[in-house]
């Protein structure tokens, strides 16, 4: 007799804490995926992410902000070496990294998410199925570049991909590994 009020209740709670966790997550919407991101971490642990003291990173990375940027929005991620690239639906931006401190990005309260930008994430899962499928056959692919990027970097780059000369041209090789 007990149990049959408890469980009702168990039912009740459970589904108000998966109501409000779903209601707490939000999404960034990529072309080639989604990212779920979770609720932004409250001022305590913001505070104490910085106190961690990770070195600087550089690089390509998703933030997620709380709302629409603002100018103020943008002079402040600019001001932690943050440049915003590529607006992404809901409130996300691809963004550059030039040996900032993600814990200090984190740490802003207008920011809610921030993560490397995966390189399954970059890659058009068109190219990466024909890939898979049929590795050995060479493909014409555009690179989307920043503009300011360093020669020395985009030859590090493209040193990962195999290369052989047709003349006045090389062509690269992406290995379906990479895919």
Known sequence: MLLRGWIPGFVVALSCLLTATAQDARFIRLRNSTVTTPPAPNSKARAAAVTAGKP??????????????????????????????????????????????????????FVRWLGEYQPEWRMDRRLTAAMAAEPQIPRNIRLLLRPQTPPGALISALRQFSAFSTGPATILRLPATRC
């Open 56 to 109: 600087p990173v550089s690089g390509l990375f998703l933030i997620q902000l709380e709302g629409p940027l603002s100018a103020e929005h943008r002079e402040t991620l600019q001001s932690k070496r943050l440049r915003l690239l590529n607006p992404v639906p809901d409130d996300s931006f691809v963004c550059h990294l030039d040996a900032a401190s993600t814990a200090e990005i984190r740490a802003i309260p």
